[in-house]
């Protein structure tokens, strides 16, 4: 039988925005998503948090092209801004046939072709197709379609729990479930590698400067020597984080991912489920695992 | 919010001025509607005087005006439009829409010349056939539509898209002469005949058409084309307006003009295999 701790994840506010990405097909839509999405697992230093959200059939996306939705996280909208211009200018407008849109709408602007544009060196070319702008920006294999602007939604990041087993094998077997599981809701995104992160962290280091470290006690090789909150038994935590754009969404994917394990016949040798968060201090999003279970 | 009916109690003889229509908004009574001023003829009228008026209350957002029985005498229908509907289901006279900036205009019928000029936003859809200068400039004026959607069901006839800035022009049949001349910007779809002198003095702007009979020493040629922008063009009109562009398996060739005066407008045209 699997513990569900009686504890909480602990979320803090961000910024987020949801860009549409299309190619002449799902292989190359995928692979222009997979790039954008590349070096995107974490704020702490990639500057933002970044993920396939769904897969597009071709009758839900403008051109009626294949694609997929990513969703995009950041701290602040300025780094959101930056992160989605950069990444949308080296891994889309690079990516053969690929095409860009907003996925949302909302007040707070963040410019993607209206400065892409400039790259067409003047044979750029403005549409506008309702109240909707697009750029056409001349490439090797034809054009650049661009949306004017991407819009930033608020949402949410660093929902998460805990998965605590005796080794890595039925561990990992457990996250690999739960991220299955997950993977299929639409406004959330698992932005580490898989969906899965070993290295949790704490806020704050011994070392001057460095903003997050790992967290020990949740680290196997270290409870005889801190206040570990792992027994003998236990010799692997792997961490599911989520973020997503309203806490819903994030405690829908958290109950569905904790009730995946806790269901499966084969997750032998998972003892607990928990969640990290840091008494409350860093985000005035609480998730309850008991309370999102029941 | 409010469904307004208009039917005329005589027959419109006279050339009759409707831009005050437009006034119609949430806020407005029956007795207020029934105040507003017309000019029939040369002579200032109430739109009581003319029109039955039925006003009815619905749960929808935006106002709704219905009218009914009138021709093309009528000028300046949907003038300076801003938001809610507009269906006319008769024929209607000059100006419809013009400088219009939002809402949408639904004509059950044909429309005379200057439709939608100078409108900035919304959308026109015209079930029948418009005459000249859809989407010009007003007499007078420089500058064509700057905005916004018309559709034509059936066919329009000079100087369509003049001086054009930004916009969509759809003509489900063909056009008569001087078509899309010296257009800045802006979306110009002809699916069938495009007349003479079409495309003179493009600067910018795009055209998708099936007629090859356009000068070609005005455009030249740039080769086929897979434009994305075209399936984006497609997919909107299919989905906003359920009006199919071309046949799918058309190829497309592109032409780069007015090149007489160094001019980047496009024109996709669209070949049968």
């Known amino acids: 039988m699997i513990k569900v701790e009686d504890t909480f994840a602990e979320a803090f506010p961000m910024k987020v925005s949801r860009l549409i990405i299309t190619a002449y097909n799902d292989n190359w839509a995928f692979n222009a998503a997979n790039s954008f999405c590349g070096f995107a697992t974490s704020v702490i230093a990639c500057g933002c948090e970044a993920g396939i959200e769904s897969k597009l059939l071709p009758n839900q996306t403008p051109d009626g092209r294949p694609g997929v939705s990513v969703l995009v996280f950041s701290m602040s909208s300025k780094e959101l801004a930056k992160q989605i211009l950069n990444r949308t200018g080296q891994c889309l407008m690079t990516s053969p046939t690929s095409a860009v849109f907003s996925g949302n709408s909302g007040e707070k602007k963040i410019p993607l072709g209206n400065s892409l544009r400039y790259f067409g060196d003047g044979y750029q070319i403005a549409k506008m197709l309702g109240n909707r702008r697009f750029w056409r920006i001349p490439v090797m294999d034809g054009e650049f379609l661009c949306e004017d602007f991407a819009y930033q939604m608020e949402g949410i990041g660093g929902g998460n729990f805990l998965i605590l087993g005796e080794n890595i094998k039925s561990v990992l077997y457990a996250a690999e479930l739960a991220v299955k599981k997950m993977n299929k809701l639409e406004n959330i995104i698992l932005p580490f590698p898989g969906g899965i992160v070993r290295s949790g962290s704490k806020v704050g280091s011994k070392y001057k400067g460095l903003i997050a470290s790992t967290n020990f006690d949740y680290c196997p090789n270290l409870r005889t020597i801190v206040n570990s909150k792992l027994n003998r038994k236990i010799n692997c935590v792997l961490e599911i984080v989520i973020d997503g754009i309203n806490k819903q969404d994030i405690e829908l994917a958290m109950k569905l991912g904790i009730t995946e394990i806790i269901k499966s016949k084969e997750t032998k040798g998972v003892e607990r489920i928990s969640a990290g968060n840091y008494g409350g201090k860093l985000g005035p999003y609480l998730f309850k695992l008991k309370s999102i279970i029941t | ?273």
């Open chain 2, 1 to 273: 919010m409010k469904n307004i009916i208009l039917k005329p109690k005589i027959k419109i003889n006279h050339h009759l001025d409707l831009r005050n229509i437009s006034l119609i908004d949430a806020s407005l009574n029956f007795n207020s509607i029934f105040k507003l001023k017309i000019l029939y003829g040369n002579i200032e009228k109430k739109i009581g005087d003319l029109f039955d008026i039925k006003v009815e209350i619905n749960k929808k957002e935006n106002v709704k005006v219905e009218i009914s029985g009138i021709n093309n005498n009528c000028d300046y229908v949907g003038w300076k439009w801003k938001n809610g509907n507009l269906k006319i289901n008769s024929n209607v006279g000059s100006f419809l829409g013009a400088k219009m900036s939002g809402g949408n205009i639904i004509v059950n019928g044909s429309a005379e010349n200057f439709v939608g000029s100078e409108m900035t936003g919304g959308s026109i859809n015209i079930n029948k056939d418009a005459c000249d200068f859809v989407g010009s400039p007003l007499p007078g004026s420089k500058s064509g539509m700057k905005g916004g959607d018309i559709i034509i069901k059936g066919k329009a006839r000079d100087y369509l898209a003049l001086n054009m800035r930004r916009g969509l022009i759809f003509v489900n049949s063909g056009v008569r002469n001087y078509c899309c001349n010296n257009m800045i910007a802006g979306t110009v779809i002809i699916k069938k005949d495009i007349g003479k002198n079409f495309g003179v003095g493009m600067k910018r702007g795009t055209i998708l058409t099936n007629d090859n009979s356009f000068s070609k020493t005005f455009f030249k040629e740039n080769g086929f084309s897979s434009s994305i922008f075209y399936q984006l063009l497609n997919n909107y009109i299919i989905k906003k307006y359920g009006i199919k562009m071309f046949k799918e398996r058309k190829s497309t060739m592109r032409y780069l003009g007015d090149k007489n005066i160094d001019g980047m407008g496009e024109i996709f045209l669209k070949l049968e295999n």
